[in-house]
């Protein structure tokens, strides 16, 4: 496909998130840096998207926007029927806390928490949160529930970010990197985490990485440069992360 024809591919499922135009300009002094540039883009519900791009390419502005982490420069996102682009910091707080996961490359655990605990401080923010213990288990650590941070390997720290980030059953899972601090193995398993939450939760999930291998298991997979999405495709046959090789 080439870049500029048909990038917005449409999502097999209802887009839950629409973005059209969106283009983020940082400015520091007179210094202006270009970090998004108009870029369009359909999500459907229940969808696993890999954006792909090199370093600098737009990609966690993009993951950042789409979360209501960052307002675009210009622009319109739309979240079912809701205009985000230029929404409050209460109304992007309320969509952050009862609509988005966020998981992302470091792991960002309370040190002093056991794994029930850190997944635990989500749900009082939550209207309908899984139970705890449900998170834990789908993430493969029931046995460790009672363990610190500093007893858990890397993939189980991140494990732990996952089920933190799914125990309030959000629309969307936002990945950033999510395997970037992590051997071959410890990431596979941290995929097939990700995974199955969006096969079993139906969880519309984007994954954001420069490690195209991973595009494989995805429904979609979306290439960035420059700002700009240059390309769309989606695959015939998802892979499973078990068959992932980089």
């Not at 969509?95 to 850190?118: D, K």
């Not at 494990?159 to 309030?168: D, E, L, S, T």
């Amino acid at each position: 496909m080439q870049a500029g024809q048909g990038i917005s591919q449409a999502p097999a499922a209802a887009p839950v998130l629409v973005a059209r135009g969106l283009t983020k300009v940082y400015r520091t002094g007179e210094v202006e840096v270009v970090a998004l540039r108009d870029v369009d883009l359909d999500v459907g519900a229940g969808e696993f998207i890999v954006l792909l791009g090199a370093s600098g390419s737009g990609k966690s502005t993009l993951l950042n926007i789409l979360g209501g982490l960052d307002v675009p420069t210009s622009g319109t996102l739309v979240f079912r029927e809701h205009r985000l682009s230029d929404a409050g910091e209460a109304a992007l707080t309320a969509y952050r806390r009862e609509h988005v996961g966020f998981v992302f490359q470091f792991y960002n655990l309370i040190p002093s928490l056991t794994v029930r605990e850190n997944v635990a401080l989500v749900t009082d923010i939550a209207e309908h949160p899984m139970d705890i213990d449900e998170a834990v288990a789908m993430v493969g650590l029931a046995p460790r529930r009672d363990h610190f941070p500093a007893q858990l390997s890397g993939g189980e720290q991140q494990r732990v970010a996952i089920a933190r980030a799914v125990v309030k059953r959000p629309d969307l899972l936002l990945c950033d990197e999510p395997t970037g601090a992590l051997d071959v193995h410890t990431g596979r398993l941290v995929l097939e985490v990700i995974e199955r939450v969006n096969r079993e939760i139906g969880t519309t999930t984007i994954v954001i990485t420069h490690n195209a291998a991973i595009a494989g298991m995805a429904d979609r997979v979306l290439h960035l440069g420059d700002g700009r999405l240059v390309g769309s495709e989606r695959n015939a046959r998802k892979i499973s992360p078990a068959e992932l090789q980089w």
